[in-house]
């Protein structure tokens, strides 16, 4: 290959993988002019040698930093979500054809990207992350304890706080029922539910402690039912919001507008789409779950009177949802525009 056929390269095409990487690049009249292997470690020495070009990649863990890294180089680099790269494919599924599929709709004027993710906002993506797992983690081994007793035929109320407050109980009075080698194994899982427990408590104490600092998270928990959980998940994803045009959209990645099946003029809404980040979606609905358990705080909030209609004509999930989609829409507003909610103080220190 021609080394002046590089000089017309418009697009390029990375499939990222854990030790290679596969390129195949376009030139301004559409034809392929780059076609190529390299190994991670060759990525900068591979791009110094190409010009400046739209550079695209699929979002995935190793995204960002390649992104970051070609980006301080002079290339303008593209996140593009896995299912906008899915109609360019041709052929059969390999690493070259996944490549090209990339640099094809890498030029796609009206393209969605996502939004490159700066090193402190993967840092408190990794927090959420290791909460998140520790906090399902616990649950599991709660929920084994609670098997093993039964098969002893102890059962003990819900709740994990009855549990806590009745093992050692448990364990003394019926003593004589449970063998020692079960015994030992109880022991060992509430071992591991207390360091659980503990680490839980550190993460969402640095959590919290970056919310009170950052000032993008400060602004959203002075919206009604958002603190410290929501309002760093919200930095860590999206940064300042701007690669949504409106809180709309914001919703509608979240997941937490209606699936829609229009045709003809026919619209057809049916259940929240569920796309987008389900963790957020989780903790927007909780927040919204959290403001309605406590009605007497409603005429404090701007959106008091709605929410009164709605839990009036909606079942209780529904309104949930819906006031969880304004809460996002709101968020989103007061993170882009870096403004405050206009709700008092004591109306919003309960919040996720």
């Not at 599924?93 to 004027?109: G, S, T």
Request: net charge positive; proline share 3%.
């Amino acid at each position: 290959m021609a080394k002046t056929d590089f000089d017309e390269l418009m697009s390029i095409g990375i499939d990222i993988g854990k030790d290679t990487f596969h390129l195949v690049g376009f030139d301004q009249a559409g034809q392929r002019v780059l076609r190529k292997q390299i190994k991670r470690l060759a990525l900068v020495t591979t791009f110094e040698k190409l010009p400046r070009c739209i550079v695209g990649m699929e979002a995935c863990l190793n995204a960002h930093f390649v992104s970051r890294t070609l980006r301080e180089m002079g290339f303008e680099s593209r996140i593009i979500p896995a299912i906008y790269v899915k109609p360019f494919n041709k052929g059969q599924k390999n690493d070259y054809n996944d490549a090209e599929a990339i640099a094809e709709a890498a030029l796609r004027p009206n393209l969605q990207t996502v939004s490159e993710k700066s090193q402190d906002q993967l840092d408190l993506q990794a927090l959420h992350r290791v909460r998140s797992r520790l906090v399902s983690r616990r649950t599991a081994t709660i929920n084994q304890i609670r098997a093993f007793l039964i098969e002893q035929g102890i059962t003990v109320r819900k709740g994990l706080r009855a549990l806590k407050n009745s093992f050692e109980a448990i364990l003394e009075e019926r003593k004589d029922e449970i063998s020692p080698r079960m015994r030992s194994i109880l022991i060992g899982l509430y071992g591991d539910w207390m360091w659980m427990d503990d680490r839980i408590d550190k993460v969402s104490a640095e959590i919290e402690e970056i919310s009170r600092t950052e000032e993008n998270c400060v602004n959203v928990m002075t919206v009604p039912g958002i603190g410290p959980m929501i309002s760093t998940a919200m930095v860590a994803a999206i940064g300042e919001g701007e690669a949504f045009d409106r809180g709309r959209d914001f919703a509608a990645w979240v997941g937490l507008v209606p699936r829609q099946y229009s045709t003809g003029g026919r619209t057809v809404l049916g259940r929240i789409s569920k796309r987008g980040s389900r963790y957020l979606r989780m903790l927007f609905v909780q927040a919204a779950k959290i403001i309605m358990m406590r009605p007497h705080r409603w005429p404090g909030f701007s959106f008091g009177d709605w929410l009164a209609r709605a839990s009036e004509r909606m079942h209780r999930n529904k309104a949930a949802v819906a006031l969880a989609n304004k809460l996002a829409r709101m968020a989103w507003s007061i993170l882009r525009h870096k403004t405050a909610f206009d709700a008092p103080r004591d109306e919003v220190a309960v919040g996720v």
